[in-house]
């Protein structure tokens, strides 16, 4: 099953300084068909206004990916972590028994990022917080593991949950495939460009929500960046 979930159908909020988009239920967006995905809870696209964004806030038993699009974004936290994460970079915060963090763009442009939440396999914890780059020519035709809980994926960033977030670049007319777990919950996006997943066109922003499949064969329709989730 592939489902396609256009991003002119997602849910949204505009705050001024916030503009974003929810692949699942979030905030005052509501749909009961559109709680969580197997373990992925949270899929927003946000676009931060300069010298704007989060204050300080509370998390607690969520691992938090962030993965940035355009601009930077900048994190401070109540365990010392300071980092800025720049475009095509990632960011992992493991909430765990509980954090207080800010995230701001004090870039002079819009900052754009992924912000996805999995629930962690296990409660509490200390809370932990890393970045790591991931050039995009490393992953270009193929995917590229970027955050993982899972033992042998030492060049990732480590999440506490069983899942992966992967990366990949694509071209024009290029051809890459994915072996899959039928039994696992996998949702792709398209940060940019246009792909076809298995035959289903996927655009720019829409999300592709895929369960009892073995293998994705994903063809550029046009360049493309492409983040997937692989979820228990």
């Known amino acids: 099953m592939i489902e396609r979930r256009p991003f002119a159908a997602l849910g949204s909020a505009n705050h001024g300084w916030l503009n974003a988009r929810h692949h699942f239920s979030f905030a005052h967006y509501y749909d009961p068909e559109r709680m969580s995905w197997g373990a992925l809870r949270v899929w927003n696209d946000d676009e931060i206004a300069p010298q704007s964004g989060f204050p300080p806030h509370p ?10 699009r355009d601009g930077a974004i900048t994190h401070r936290d109540s365990m010392g972590n300071v980092g800025r994460t720049a475009a095509g970079d ?3 915060m493991s909430a765990g028994s509980g954090i207080r963090h800010s995230e701001y ?8 990022i992924f912000q996805i939440w999995i629930e962690p396999t296990g409660h509490g914890g200390e809370p932990a917080w890393g970045a790591k780059p ?22 990732a960033l480590p999440i506490r949950a069983e899942a992966r ?7 024009e007319g290029q051809r890459t495939t994915l072996s899959l777990d039928p039994t696992r919950h996998i949702y792709l996006v398209a940060a940019t460009g246009a792909i076809t997943v298995n035959g289903v066109r996927i655009d720019a922003r829409d999300g592709a929500a895929i369960t009892d499949v073995a293998a994705l064969e994903i063809v550029g329709v046009e360049d493309a960046e492409i983040v997937l989730v692989d979820a228990v």
Do not use: C, W
């Open 165 to 171: 977030v992967m990366g990949a670049t694509i071209t």
């Open 59 to 68: 998390h607690a038993d969520m691992e938090i990916i962030t993965y940035v």
């Open 134 to 155: 991931f050039p995009k020519t490393d992953r270009s035709g193929r995917f590229v593991t970027l955050a993982s809980g899972f033992a042998g994926d030492d060049d």
């Open 105 to 112: 763009n004090l870039e002079s442009v819009t900052t754009r």
């Open 90 to 92: 990632v960011q992992v």
